[in-house]
């Protein structure tokens, strides 16, 4: 995530949670249904792009005896979740940085809610899938490329009118995925927020294993 965007975000923090109860964001709750079938047992636990911690919440509460480690560029928004889980380490920093900079290994890496806003989607996997230990689990979202006519028909959108949001194919992110060493355990694809200007935005949650080589 850019630094325009942390400063968006910067902005947005005393109001996060309330705005995105009311348009229905339902990311997180989706990664729930995910990873609880899933019966593991992390060690380690990463969060990128932590926010104001909704998604820690979760990981918390699915395993709350992981070290858990999150990451975002915002600090506003990085007050908020250390208020929400306060044993979890908290690190400013953007994704991408974070993972060039720190080389510890992970079992389970999550980064949703936000790829979209990255600059390079997949650089941003091949850098986590590099940090996941041999079998760890990498959970994201993103806004995938449609062809329905709608935004999300367009790859690359401009948001107050310098900030970029980046969409892919579906079957791009999972070629790339696979490449990195990747394998697809469960997925889903649905509505996570109602957009107010053009209906309802269209998200892929996927949860991948890492090879165990």
Not at 84 to 100: I, T
Not at 149 to 154: I, P, W
Not at 182 to 205: N, T, W
């Amino acid at each position: 995530m850019s630094a325009g965007w942390a400063q968006v975000y910067d902005a947005l923090a005393p109001t996060y949670d309330e705005m995105t109860s009311g348009n229905g964001w339902s990311a997180n709750r989706r990664a729930r249904d995910l990873l609880d079938p899933l019966g593991l047992a992390p060690a380690r636990v990463l969060d990128l792009g932590a926010g104001t911690g909704q998604t820690a919440v979760v990981l918390h509460e699915l395993f709350p005896a992981a070290a858990l480690t999150l990451v975002d560029p915002s600090s506003a928004m990085l007050a908020r979740a250390r208020g929400k889980v306060p044993v979890a380490e908290v690190v400013s920093a953007d994704a991408a940085s974070f993972l060039r900079g720190d080389d510890r290994e992970w079992d389970l890496v999550a980064a949703i809610g936000f790829l979209e806003l990255v600059p390079d989607l997949f650089e941003l996997l091949r850098l986590a899938a590099g940090r996941l230990g041999p079998g760890g689990h990498l959970v994201v979202s993103h806004e995938p490329l449609l062809d329905d006519g709608s935004v999300q028909a367009s790859p690359v959108s401009v948001v107050g009118g310098e900030h970029r949001v980046r969409r892919h194919r579906r079957e791009e992110v999972e070629r790339r995925a696979a490449s990195y060493g990747l394998r697809r355990i469960a997925s889903h694809e649905g509505f996570a927020f109602e957009r107010s200007d053009d209906g309802p935005a269209v998200y892929e949650l996927v949860v991948w294993r890492a090879d165990d080589t």
